[in-house]
């Protein structure tokens, strides 16, 4: 049991929610250290092929980190509260299985950094994005600076942290920082009906395919396409690809049930 964060399973979807309403979702040491446990959990449960992270309540996804608990780092602690961070976003990035963000309300500082270490992006129409440290004096610590110029360009990315301001869902999605925007009573219903989609496909062939374009991302398109092609042949070994390939030529929807070798 945790006290700071909620896992939930339905089915083959796992659903992660930051629990601590009252301090509109922040993080602090026990989130961080409770969330790596969950994701060890899910990382170790081959069943599970959706993750989807969530805010509890309808006011916020993450407020950021912890600036009460912030006020009281020294800089020897404050470098290994932001090593921690972006270490536990390492975790979401690296998990083998597409994780979508569900942004219900504020995502500002580390909740956008959150946000970002996903895959993806649904967003409420209430849901506010930023990167407000500057405000407080202070920097990005979980990847902030990295992520974002990274997704939405280094001038906006500039913008963005240098002013602090929060911007709204549509503004997001229209910087690409976001993939679709819902009604607030919406949202979950979105993310479930993406995260049922991703979950009807087989298991070797989502995590081929998020392997490929993260580790290919940074390299270039040569190395990129070598990764695809040996992803490509590992796509050929599961069950899934015979199934697949089947099944279209007789004509009938494909049941993907391959196990991971
Ligand atoms: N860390 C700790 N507590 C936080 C928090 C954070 N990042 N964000 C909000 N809270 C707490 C508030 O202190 C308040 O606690 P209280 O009820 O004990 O006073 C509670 O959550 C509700 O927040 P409040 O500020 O009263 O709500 P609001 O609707 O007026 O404003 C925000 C909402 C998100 C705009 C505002 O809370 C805010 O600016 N938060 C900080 C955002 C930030 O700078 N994040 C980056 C941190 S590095």
């Known amino acids: 049991m945790y006290e700071t964060i909620v896992l939930d399973r339905m089915e083959n979807i796992a659903l992660l929610k930051i629990n601590r309403p009252k301090a509109l979702n922040a993080i602090n040491q026990k989130v961080v250290e409770e969330m790596n446990a969950a994701l060890d959990e899910i990382g170790r449960d081959p069943s599970i ?29 404050a470098r290994a509260f932001s090593r921690a961070g972006q270490e536990l976003l390492f975790k979401i990035e690296s998990l083998p299985i597409p994780v979508i963000a569900s942004v219900n309300g504020y995502a500002l500082g580390g909740g956008t950094e959150l946000a970002m270490a996903c895959d993806f992006i649904y967003a409420a129409e209430t849901a506010r994005f930023g990167q407000p440290e500057i405000n407080l004096g202070i920097i990005p610590g979980f990847g902030g600076t990295q992520r974002l110029s990274r997704l939405v360009g280094k001038a906006m990315a500039k913008e963005l942290c240098l002013t602090g301001v929060q911007i709204t869902a549509q503004e997001a999605k229209e910087i690409g920082l976001v993939n679709k925007v ?7 219903d979105e993310t479930l009906k993406t995260a049922k989609i991703l979950a009807s496909k087989g298991k070797v062939a989502l995590r081929a395919i998020k392997r490929c374009i993260d580790r290919g991302f940074d390299v270039d398109l040569r190395d990129g396409c070598y990764l695809e092609a040996e992803s490509f042949a590992t796509a050929f070994s599961s069950p899934d690809a015979k199934e697949g390939l089947s099944a279209f030529l007789e004509k009938r929807q494909p049941k993907f049930e391959g196990e991971l070798q």
Not at 49 to 77: C, H, R, S, W
Not at 182 to 188: D, I, N, Q, S, T
């Open 182 to 188: 819902f009604p607030k009573e919406k949202l979950m």
């Open 49 to 77: 092929k959706v993750l989807v992270i969530t805010g509890e309540g309808d006011k916020a996804f993450v407020a950021g980190a912890d600036i009460a608990y912030m006020a009281t780092l020294n800089p020897i602690q």
